[in-house]
């Protein structure tokens, strides 16, 4: 049962305590929509307060306004409104798709935008966690991401670009069901969905009939990670990693060369359980 492997995760990591305020990254999408479901009946055991945010980029994934009030309705009536963060910026990016080629795509802009909202959001609501809806599935591309960006050295330093390294160490954080936030050192990412395949995430939202935004943004085929899904498949990784987390991460960690990033993680990890 898809509620028994969360709660499992929650409580062996101890990644939600008692009084803690979650600050809920709410897309609206497949993967938030099942956290927050699941969130919402793990809350009916344990005292803590949901804050659910949304951040509506990009603009077009939510221009079907009577779909985005069906699902923000049934939120509301399950006693959770969601709020909803904006701010002014120019959405022409995504209009000139004459522009938009394999080097120059707004999953970028996308990426700044909404680490620009999340900073709003914890500055206005104070929470102590942020969660998300990274799963497993994610995982396994990220790990292909890896591979070819380092040229399958899994060593940052051996990559020319100071940005791709950048975004190959950042990469390593998202491996961790509970890592030390970088947008302020007393918060924390939870990702209570990280040991969960994205194909029971998807089952679950059938059988609970959990509402979710049916639009998807018109570069989606384009982005790293989808691209990359079809290296998944292609060399096998569904097979040895798709139902065992734990098989992933001794992967990582047997073949990472600079592993300074999965000793801080650890220590951040060891600190919080103690």
Request: aromatic share 12%; glycine share 2%.
């Amino acid at each position: 049962m898809l509620y028994d492997l969360f709660s499992e995760n929650i409580e062996k990591n101890k990644l939600i305590k008692k009084n803690d305020r979650i600050l809920v990254l709410h897309s609206l999408g497949k993967d938030a929509s099942v956290l927050m479901n699941l969130l919402c009946q793990y809350k009916m055991k344990m005292d803590f307060e949901l804050i659910p945010v949304l951040f509506r980029v990009p603009q077009h994934v939510y221009d079907n306004k009577d779909e985005v009030m069906m699902i923000l309705e049934h939120w509301k009536s399950m006693g959770h409104e969601i709020n909803i963060i904006d701010f002014d910026y120019e959405d022409t990016f995504w209009e000139r798709s004459d522009k938009v080629d394999a080097n120059n795509l707004p999953c970028s802009r996308c990426r700044d935008l909404r680490n620009e909202q999340i900073k709003i959001a914890i500055d206005k609501y104070k929470p102590n966690s942020v969660a998300c809806g990274f799963n497993l599935t994610d995982l396994q591309n990220y790990l292909v991401t890896m591979m070819l960006i380092s040229n399958f050295t899994f060593d940052s330093s051996s990559i020319n670009d100071e940005t791709t390294a950048k975004r190959f160490e950042s990469l390593i954080s998202r491996f961790f069901v509970d890592v030390q936030s970088n947008f302020d050192n007393l918060l924390h990412w939870i990702l209570p969905l990280l040991t969960i395949e994205s194909t029971k995430l998807n089952q679950y939202l059938k059988e609970k009939k959990v509402p979710y935004i049916k639009t998807e943004c018109i570069f989606k085929s384009q982005r790293a990670r989808s691209v990359f899904s079809d290296y998944v498949n292609k060399l096998h990784l569904n097979y040895n990693f798709n139902t065992d987390y734990s098989c992933l991460m001794k992967f990582l960690q047997k073949n990472l060369v600079n592993k300074q990033a999965l000793k801080v993680s650890d220590n951040w990890l060891n600190k919080r359980s103690n």
